[in-house]
């Protein structure tokens, strides 16, 4: 029946049209197509496909469905997923997937056309660590390794420029995928969610088009991602292959960056806790056939938000917000502009010790050094190799920083804050074409401060290139009590109040060159002890109107300094101890510095070099230094009664102060002691010499000497009922010591009960006295005094002790000196100077004598001894040519010798010449003519030509010295010119000065040979 009804089928296809019969076979066909493609292959590929791709990859791949459509050509996959390793998440898979293939298109512009790819649930799992080796491996190495082929592995060829196949697609999506990256290596593990892309109308050979709408133009992308941290990325643009373009904007939302700082860590000591990123770019990347890839960048703005570094769990860096924009980048200039940088709210919080600022090694790469040398050779041969890039930023602003410094390398512990500081910079660029112009403002206090302890702003320019800095900077009331931490480890003082202040322009440069040019002031300064808790030295206002600076100079020029109500307090305590000598602390290598410096003074110094420069002295000039309403306090608690006096209205100026060798300052300052007694202090001074030049007159008038009481009473043995005294005082300091010429005058001395005191002195007083106190009750002295400039116990009642222990000690033990003083000189009376080989007095040895005479008729008690002395040498030298010149005059038989005989003037015949040919003869018993053949030798000139002149000159000086060489004068001779000095001392005071001779004695000069000097020694003794 089945063969009957075939047979009848067969019939009737035979019989039907030729047309019936394409149509059926061509139905054949396509129903056959369909059934191969849409359920036979798919069948197959889902069965076998999986094990295949299985042994190819090494992993265990699954497909659950796969499904085609003949009639539209589409293609759709359903969860594929290729697996991980032993117990890892899969690899990579796919929930979703259709391609749709256009044949029709593909056929008429004969190109492979796809209608649309779609991939749903993409999910890849990608991982990074290291094997048992230490080798960095990710976890589809193994697959790679697998797919490589012996041809994958061959060098790769040149590239050509063919064209690329013809490939279109009008859609391209990827939906809904994810994507986990771990790296056990640096500890990251980053996840990526809702990644979406899409790409329109592309095809491989779409080029640029200027005509085309943006909505239209071809190869069309836009992608998107979510982090887990909810940050966004946003991209879209134009992709073209050929020639390969890429145009495109990105946009980045909120990235946390502490994920990727597991990267840094290795490298840094610091935490990177908190902090994310946004950056918002436009970008294209070109590559023009046979030319280098060329990418550029604008309209690119980056925002860090929410930065925050930490050491272990404490943080120190906050950065709530930098913003950097607009940069522009392009390789092809190789530029990069930065329109600018702001860094706002920046805190910092760090310390500072013995071993630097704790920041620096938080941030300091602990790369190895063999790495390092590395980079820095590859970087020099990248540069060898590359033009440098040009890189621009127009300008930087810091705002509102935060900086917080704990120190603790100098002190015990401060907390130092910063704020707010505001630095705000123009343009720079990396060939530092041009000077930085900047401008800073900061207040600086302590952290526990309620207010600023001081501003600091500046404004200028640095040349970074040349190393050179100019500008304005200003200081405004910086709180000197905020730096007493630092002084209490060196001084015994408190600090309570003081502000400096100053405002100027300044340049500085690499080479040492640095200057500054302003005022200065300091306001409200005080100062206290710290035992007595007391104000030791302030005042209301200091002032330097000018100040000029100059390093490479060596100059600084200070204009006029004018201190207002300045008051010092100077004090000795019961031990008699000083509020200034306890000023310093005591430190424990004190002693070990004074050692050290004992024995370095026993060592010779070691030669210095020369090496034909002399270098300059630096500069100090100061115009004037004004004092207006001062004052100053002494008290003495170590005395019973105590002593305490002060110097009030103290005013006045010194002027013209240089350090200038030849320059000297002018002082004029007066003032008043307890009120009443004046005071005055002129002359000049400069102490900015190596070599401190003084000259300076003191004077004290009227002062009651009832007031230093407690110094009379416990040093002179006495009380003082009444007196006053006026001391006048010229200091001038010679060779770093001060010697005084002191005019004092004691007006109506008056000595009243004494006292037990046992620091009295043994001299006696009350003669003393009455020795010096004239007919008028007045004593008048000059006195002679010195002192140590470096001792900090000066003071004005220890002038009054100093002069009033010196009148009664020299009144007793130098009885020459106050009577230099009572006639007004400062000669050393006892002293009777002669010259060389004489006992004539000369004229300014009699004025002397005159002087002494005067003072001893005022001194009708007194008598005088007189011993005179030699000095060997001269005086032996001068004796033995008189007796020399005696025996030629005795010799030549002239009555005398010329005025100007010497040696060289004898003449070269005659009496003279022969008296000398004769003493030598008869001296030596040598032939004279022997010393002139050898003298000829010196006479004859160059040409062998004898002066006759110079030989006779010659010659005769020759024997002259002989002569006077040959004399011997004995210690008899100098005991009888020893005599005769002393007795032409006391013919001049008995017969021309009127002393009485019984006044006079003469000591024995000649048994008792003196030998110091050429001089008579006077002594005085009470009759």
């Known amino acids: 029946m089945i063969v009957s009804r075939l047979q009848g089928m067969t019939a009737a296809y035979n019989k039907a049209p030729r047309s019936m019969r394409i149509s059926f076979w061509l139905l054949a066909c396509y129903l056959l197509y369909a059934l191969l493609l849409g359920l036979i292959t798919p069948a197959i590929v889902r069965s076998v496909a999986p094990d295949k791709m299985t042994q190819l990859l090494g992993r265990q791949v699954a497909l659950k469905q796969l499904h085609i459509n003949p009639f539209l050509l589409k293609v759709r996959l359903e969860d594929f997923a290729i697996a991980g390793k032993a117990g890892e998440q899969p690899l990579l898979s796919l929930s979703h997937a259709e391609l749709e293939f256009n044949f029709w298109q593909s056929v008429f512009n004969r190109a492979w056309c796809v209608d649309h790819l779609q991939l749903d649930g993409l999910q890849s799992q990608v991982a990074r660590t290291t094997d048992t080796k230490g080798n960095i491996v990710f976890n589809f190495d193994d697959i790679v390794a697998r797919l490589q082929s012996p041809e994958t592995k061959e ?85 073209l292959l050929q020639p390969l373009q890429v145009d495109g904007n990105l946009q980045l939302n909120n990235i946390t960056l502490p994920p990727f700082w597991g990267y840094v860590q290795p490298m840094l000591k610091a935490k990177l806790t908190e902090g994310a990123i946004s950056l918002k770019t436009h970008y294209l990347v070109s590559q023009q056939p046979d030319k280098p890839l060329t990418y550029a960048v604008d309209n690119t703005y980056v925002t860090v938000n929410k930065l925050q570094f930490a050491d272990g769990d404490n943080p120190v860096i906050k950065l709530p917000k930098l913003n950097v924009g607009e940069i522009t980048l392009t390789s092809e200039q190789q530029h990069v502009n930065v329109a600018d940088v702001t860094v706002d709210g920046l805190w910092i919080n760090s310390r500072f010790d013995q071993h630097g600022l704790a920041l620096a090694p938080l941030f300091t790469p602990t790369s190895s050094t063999k790495t390092e040398e590395s980079a820095a050779t590859a970087v020099n041969k990248e540069d060898a190799s590359t033009s440098k890039w040009l890189i621009k930023l127009a300008a930087f602003n810091l ?4 900086v917080n410094v704990h120190e603790q390398q100098i002190s015990k512990g401060v907390d130092w804050r910063v704020y707010p500081l505001t630095v705000k910079t123009g343009s720079i660029d990396s060939e530092l074409s041009a000077p930085l112009n900047y401008q800073i403002s900061l207040d600086i206090s302590q952290s526990n401060a309620k207010g600023s302890g001081g501003n600091f702003s500046s404004e200028g320019s640095i040349n970074l290139a040349s190393k050179q800095a100019s500008g304005k900077l200003t200081l405004s009331n910086l709180l000197l009590s905020q730096f007493q931490p630092y002084l209490s480890h ?155 006096t002060g110097i009030e209205q103290l005013h006045g100026k010194i002027s013209s102060l240089s350090s200038i060798p030849g320059t000297k300052a002018t002082v004029d300052i007066a003032g008043k002691i307890d009120r009443y007694a004046p005071m005055t202090l002129k002359g000049e001074i400069n102490p900015l010499l190596k070599q401190p030049y003084l000259n300076l007159d003191l004077l004290f008038k009227s002062v009651e000497l009832t007031t230093v009481n407690p110094y009379s009473g416990t040093y002179a043995g006495y009380y003082i009922d009444k007196g006053q005294l006026t001391l006048a005082l010229n200091y001038q300091l010679e060779n770093n010591h001060l010697n005084g010429n002191n005019h004092v005058v004691i007006d109506q001395l008056k000595l009243g009960k004494p006292t037990d005191s046992k620091l009295a002195t043994s001299l006696p007083v009350t003669l003393a006295i009455a020795l010096l106190q004239d007919r008028h009750g007045v004593i008048d002295l000059g006195l002679p005094v010195s002192g140590d400039l470096d001792n900090p116990d000066f003071s004005f009642g220890g002038v009054l002790l100093t002069v009033l222990t010196n009148v009664i000690t020299k009144a007793v033990t130098a009885p020459f000196s106050f009577l230099a003083g009572l006639i007004s000189s400062d000669e050393e009376l006892n002293l009777v100077a002669f010259d060389a080989g004489s006992s004539k007095l000369s004229k300014a040895e009699q004025d002397k004598l005159q002087k002494l005479a005067s003072a001893l008729a005022d001194r009708p008690k007194l008598t005088l001894s007189i011993e005179a002395s030699v000095d060997p040498q001269p005086d032996s030298q001068v004796l033995a040519e008189r007796r020399l010149q005696r025996q030629l005059l005795q010799q030549s038989g002239l009555d005398n010798l010329p005025d100007d005989f010497s040696a060289s003037r004898i003449p070269a015949s005659g009496k003279l010449t022969d008296a000398l040919l004769a003493l030598y003869q008869k001296q030596f018993n040598i032939d004279p003519t022997i010393e002139k053949a050898k003298a000829e030798k010196a006479a004859t000139d160059d040409k062998g030509k004898v002066d006759t002149n110079k030989l006779t000159t010659l010659w005769h000086i020759g024997l002259y010295n002989q002569l006077l060489n040959a004399e011997t004068i004995t210690d008899a001779d100098l005991g009888n010119l020893a005599q005769r000095r002393s007795q032409s001392v006391k013919a001049f005071l008995v017969d021309n000065a009127a002393v009485a001779p019984e006044r006079v004695f003469l000591l024995d000069s000649k048994t008792k040979l003196n030998r110091s000097k050429a001089e008579a020694q006077l002594s005085l003794s009470a009759n």
Do not use: C
């Not at 705002?399 to 935060?402: L, Q």
């Open 155 to 239: 060098a790769a060829t040149e590239p050509t420029h063919q064209p690329l196949p013809d490939f279109r697609i009008k859609s391209l999506t990827l939906a809904q995928s994810r994507f986990a990256f771990s790296d056990a290596t640096a500890n990251i593990t980053l996840s990526y969610h809702d990644i979406n892309f899409t790409l329109n109308n592309f095809g491989t050979r779409n080029a640029v088009s200027k005509d085309e709408m943006v909505a239209t133009k071809p190869n069309q992308y836009q992608m998107s991602l979510s982090g887990q941290d909810n940050g966004t990325l946003v991209a879209d643009g134009q992709l």
């Open 399 to 402: 705002k509102n920083a935060d």
């Open 490 to 644: 060196y001084l015994n003082i408190e600090l309570p109040k003081g502000q400096v202040s100053s405002a100027g322009d300044f340049s500085a440069d690499a080479d040492g060159h640095a200057s500054y040019k302003g005022n200065v002031d300091v306001s409200d300064l005080e100062i206290k002890d710290l035992q007595q808790r007391r104000p030791l030295l302030k005042w209301q206002q200091l002032t330097i109107d000018s100040l000029d600076f100059d390093a490479g100079k060596k100059q600084l020029l200070l204009g006029n300094v004018t201190l207002d109500k300045p008051y010092a307090k100077v004090t000795i305590n019961e031990d008699r101890s000083t509020n200034i000598g306890e000023l310093v602390v005591k430190q424990a290598s004190d002693k070990m510095a004074d050692t050290q410096t004992t024995t370095a003074k026993t060592k010779p110094a070691p030669e210095a070099t020369n090496d034909g420069k002399t270098e300059q002295p630096f500069k100090v000039t100061v115009a004037s230094i004004n004092f207006n309403n001062g004052s100053a306090f002494f008290a003495d608690n170590s005395l019973t009664p105590n002593f305490a």
